[in-house]
């Protein structure tokens, strides 16, 4: 477990947006033998091998072929990005004549009160303009160090300030950036750590994130917390399961989705073609006909793997009376009559008996009856990709959050069962 739960919050340092999630997946992939493909060449695929995919630099989708026959697809999906601010364009705004401050956006929905006092910085990617070639690509960027803040407003001018505050993004959560000398040297600053001109830049997609490094915690430092939790624990698990799965009867497909948490509704996204776009590609370049995609399509199975709620200590009475995960207790299926999670009795059959021949715990989760609910990938994707569907988790504290909670074990419970998965 802590050798798992090092690498884990490791991965998640390095990955402070889902660009750089992406590309340390990459890595990971071709370190292991896994051959890119890119959307806008033809594709040769072989039995036996193994690939990848990405979209928008923000989605993956990697994939390995039986040597024999395949006697259907395995799939297990999770998503990028997590909610945080989006640095707007043209983004400095003088302040009182003597401090410079950047003009952001909610990205997602996220708890607004973690994101004051703490040391922030800013990652993404920028468009620049090559100059030999003359054709336009992205360049990673992070700006690796304690860059902003966003300080509260002290009690003394806000006496009201502990008895519950509706946050205006565009008043109260721009970040300070810098002293009236700073004015015009945010975007100079990006290119620098970008290793390019300034003038190169023709777009850019920029957020914040939380500097506060990961930590494992607790009486018996059975907890850990860091930010990101939500959704790339699962991702971490699913990778690592894919990879020690022996892959051997079916299609295995460890599939990264961007946008999750604003609806899913983008060309790299849940509800996107990406996913089917590539199970097409794969029978059409082996030689199957669309019946026969059908076919194994019907035989297939998917693990929609995006963080659930634990119930929390203090605030008992929000779960629902008898479906209480809590953490380190196992992997959580999610349920919910109004299909806002998509696993029904047979999905749910078939996770469990992965869960048991993995030998790994397993709790649920509903929401009370008089609560709403929120959604996530499976049945967004089920759109495009019908198929029989579990949507699952692991149980964490403080969801959406820049700084939430997991428990040390489940992490290791997720990748042994996905290593079941993709047998």
């Known amino acids: ?13 390095k990955s402070p947006t889902c660009f750089h999630a992406v590309e340390n997946m990459k890595q990971e992939l071709a370190e292991n033998g896994f051959t890119e493909l890119t959307e ?14 990405t979209r928008n630099g923000s ?26 601010f989006k640095i707007k364009e043209n983004p400095e705004i003088e302040s009182e004549g003597h401090y410079v401050k950047l003009n952001v956006e909610k990205y997602g929905g996220m708890i607004c009160a973690p994101w004051f006092d703490r040391p922030l910085s800013v990652a993404g990617r920028v468009i620049v303009r090559d100059p030999e070639t003359k054709t336009l690509r992205p360049v990673l960027v992070n700006i690796d ?16 300030a502990n008895d519950g505050y509706k946050y205006n993004v565009q ?44 930590c494992v915690w607790g009486a018996s430092e059975e907890f850990l917390s860091s930010g990101r939790l939500d959704d790339l624990q699962c991702v971490f698990a699913s990778l690592k399961g894919f990879l020690a799965g022996e892959k051997k009867r079916y299609m ?25 776009d590539t199970l097409i590609r794969v029978h059409e370049s082996l030689g199957f006909s669309r019946e026969d995609y059908l076919i194994h399509l019907a035989d297939s199975f998917m693990v929609s793997a995006d963080n659930a709620h634990a119930v929390h200590p203090n605030y008992g009475d ?22 806002r999670y998509c696993t029904d009795g ?78």
């Open 1 to 13: 477990m802590d050798k798992i739960s090092k690498q884990l919050l490791d991965f998640i340092e």
């Open 40 to 53: 806008n060449r033809k594709w040769e695929i072989e039995k036996g091998g193994s690939y990848y995919v």
């Open 59 to 84: 989605s993956l989708i990697a994939f390995s072929i039986p040597e024999g026959e395949m006697e259907g697809i395995r799939i297990m999906t999770g998503h990028s990005d997590s909610p945080c």
């Open 145 to 160: 160090r304690d860059l902003l803040m966003i300080p509260s407003l002290a009690i003394h001018m806000n006496r009201e």
């Open 171 to 214: 008043k109260d959560m721009l970040p300070l950036y810098g002293g009236s000398a700073s004015k015009g040297s945010f975007l100079k600053l990006v290119a620098e750590a970008a290793g390019i001109p300034e003038d190169a830049v023709l777009g850019h997609d920029l957020f914040l994130y939380n500097r506060q490094k990961g």
């Open 252 to 276: 295995a497909v460890h599939c990264v989705l961007d946008n999750e948490e604003v609806g899913s509704g983008t060309k790299q996204g849940a509800a996107s073609t990406f996913l089917y």
């Open 318 to 339: 929000k779960s629902d009376p008898v479906n209480r995960p809590c953490l380190n207790g196992g992997i959580v299926m999610k349920f919910n009559a109004n299909q």
């Open 346 to 423: 047979i999905s749910a059959a078939i996770f469990r008996d992965i869960c048991e021949k993995a030998g790994v715990p397993v709790q649920t989760f509903v929401n009370r009856s008089d609560m709403a609910g929120g959604s996530t990938l499976g049945n967004i994707s089920n759109t495009r990709v019908a198929l029989n569907t579990v949507d699952i988790g692991l149980p964490q504290l403080a969801m959406h959050s820049p700084y939430e909670t997991a428990g040390v074990r489940d992490t290791e419970y997720l990748i042994k069962a996905a290593e079941v998965l993709f047998a």
